[in-house]
C-alpha cells in the first residue's frame, strides 16, 4: 500500500548529530518532491525541507538553514534528513510527507528526535 | 513571517456543524489546505485547494474561503472527528505555513 516510514529518530546530547530515513512504498517515489515537517511535544507543525524530485533543488526553514541537510536516494525510494548542531529546541517529531503541489498529501507516522544532556 | 491565525479550541455537539476559521493577511490570494490530526497519530490531509476533499474523506468536510478568513466546515460531527486541525498555505517569503491549530471536541 502507499506508505511512508520514518526511522533514525532517538535521543541525543546538543550539539551532535543524527540522520532520519523514511522508505517510501506503493508509489513512484522519484516522481514527487518530499518534505519533512516536525512538531515539538504539545506544540504546532512545523515546515523544516523540502527536495525536489530529481533531488537538485532543496530548500529549509530559517530555523534549520546551515544546520540540517535533506536528501534523497531514488534507487532506493528512500528520503533522508541529516540533523548536525543539533539543539535542545529540535526536539520534536519529524514526519516525512510527499508533496501534492505546495501541500501534503501523504504522511508518514514520525520518528521522535530528542536532544537533551 | 507570514502568520495564520485559528482559534485554539471548538466545541460541538454530535450531529451538529463545527467551523473552524483560519485567518491572515490577504489569504484570499492562497490556496488553504487543512489538515486533521487525531490524538497519538500523524496529520492527515482533509481538504486541498480551498474546497476540493482527497478521495475518502467524506463530504462532511467542506472547505470555503471568504475576505481575510477560510473556513473548514465538519458536518454532522461524529466522535471520531475530534482532533486538532491545522490549516495551511505556501507564502512567497515564508514558504510552507501552518495555522496554529484547532482543538474540536466532541461533547
Known amino acids: 500500500q502507499v506508505q511512508l516510514v520514518e526511522s533514525g529518530g532517538g535521543v541525543v546530547q546538543p550539539g551532535r548529530s543524527l540522520r532520519l530515513s523514511c522508505a517510501a512504498s506503493?508509489?513512484?517515489?522519484?516522481?514527487?518532491?518530499m518534505h519533512w515537517v516536525r512538531q515539538a511535544p504539545g506544540k504546532g507543525l512545523e515546515w523544516v525541507s523540502l527536495i525536489a524530485y530529481d533531488g537538485v533543488n532543496k530548500f529549509y526553514g530559517d530555523s534549520v538553514k546551515g544546520r540540517f541537510t535533506i536528501s534523497r536516494d531514488n534507487s532506493k525510494s528512500t528520503l533522508f534528513l541529516q540533523l548536525d548542531s543539533l539543539r535542545v529546541e529540535d526536539t520534536a517529531v519529524y514526519y516525512c510527507?510527499?508533496?501534492?503541489?505546495?501541500?501534503?498529501?501523504?504522511w508518514g507516522q514520525g520518528t521522535p528526535v530528542t536532544v537533551s544532556s | 513571517s507570514y502568520v495564520l491565525t485559528q482559534p485554539p479550541s471548538v466545541s460541538v455537539a454530535p450531529g451538529q456543524t463545527a467551523s473552524i476559521s483560519c485567518g491572515g493577511n490577504d489569504i484570499g490570494s492562497k490556496r488553504v489546505h487543512w489538515y486533521q490530526q487525531r490524538p497519538g497519530q500523524a496529520p492527515a490531509l482533509v481538504v486541498y485547494d480551498d474546497d476540493d476533499r482527497p478521495s475518502g474523506i467524506p463530504e462532511r468536510f467542506s472547505g470555503s474561503h471568504s475576505g481575510n478568513t477560510a473556513t473548514l466546515t465538519i458536518s454532522r460531527v461524529e466522535a471520531g472527528d475530534e482532533a486538532d486541525y491545522y490549516c495551511q498555505v505556501w507564502d512567497s517569503s515564508s514558504e510552507y505555513v501552518f495555522g496554529t491549530g484547532t482543538k474540536v471536541t466532541v461533547l
Open positions: 510527507a510527499r508533496d501534492g503541489v505546495r501541500y501534503f498529501d501523504l
Open positions: 506503493g508509489f513512484t517515489f522519484s516522481s514527487f518532491a
